[in-house]
T-cell receptor, first 110, second 113 residues
Framework: SQQGEEDPQALSIQEGENATMNCSYK?????LQWYRQNSGRGLVHLIL?????REKHSGRLRVTLDTSKKSSSLLITASRAADTASYFC??????????FGQGTRLTINP | DGGITQSPKYLFRKEGQNVTLSCEQN?????MYWYRQDPGQGLRLIYY???????QKGDIAEGYSVSREKKESFPLTVTSAQKNPTAFYLC????????????FGPGTRLTVT
């Protein structure tokens, strides 16, 4: 079952603009994680936000979590061509496994 | 140089043959995972292991088998019973359980014809 659902499915912006991706989930969570995947590669962990946190920053990344709305957003500021990738949110289902959404395909146009 | 490796990167097999995908990690992680990814889709969990000599089925375990005889290794066998085996397979590991971040290998693209 898909716990996290990303929105939009695809996003295309100009280099230098900000990119915002959203994730909604259905059940209560322990934490929510964001991953990046370059085409044909493995996933890279970006950031983990715990259920008692509302916002977290890492470099040009900003993640927010609203547990009352069961949603999270990932903001990438001042986008670069190298940010072109698919971005996935993942939530912990039970204590044992991460459940991934279908991802947002982000394209940064030079 | 710590990390998680998968081999081979590309694998081709004839229908009806079993094939084993390798996954090795030197991160000293207890937990390891196998995922399947189809084009344009997210990841689906096949099997996971929290400790040596123990593993559990994920959401799509039918047609797959695993073993965890060593902490560093978690091979996945795609059997002939898997009806649609062509996919991108990703292995991951974490310290202990999914509440922690997972580290992924580069993946193996399996094509069965």
């Amino acid at each position: 079952s898909q716990q996290g659902e990303e929105d939009p499915q695809a996003l295309s912006i100009q280099e230098g603009e900000n990119a915002t991706m959203n994730c909604s989930y259905k059940t209560s969570i322990n934490n929510l994680q964001w991953y990046r995947q370059n085409s044909g590669r493995g996933l890279v962990h970006l950031i983990l936000i715990r259920s008692n946190e509302r916002e977290k920053h890492s470099g040009r990344l900003r993640v927010t979590l609203d547990t009352s709305k069961k949603s999270s957003s990932l903001l990438i500021t001042a986008s670069r061509a190298a940010d072109t990738a698919s971005y996935f949110c993942a939530t912990v289902q039970g204590a044992q496994k991460l459940v991934f959404g279908q991802g947002t395909r982000l394209t940064i146009n030079p | 140089d710590g990390g998680i490796t998968q081999s081979p990167k590309y694998l081709f097999r004839k229908e009806g043959q079993n094939v084993t995908l390798s996954c090795e990690q030197n991160l000293n992680h207890d937990a390891m995972y196998w995922y399947r990814q189809d084009p344009g889709q997210g990841l689906r969990l096949i099997y996971y292991s929290q400790i040596v000599n123990d593993f559990q089925k994920g959401d799509i375990a039918e047609g797959y088998s695993v073993s965890r005889e060593k902490k560093e290794s978690f091979p996945l066998t795609v059997t002939s019973a898997q009806k649609n085996p062509t996919a991108f397979y990703l292995c991951a590991s974490s310290i202990a359980g999914s509440i922690y971040e997972q580290y992924f290998g580069p993946g193996t693209r399996l094509t069965v014809t």
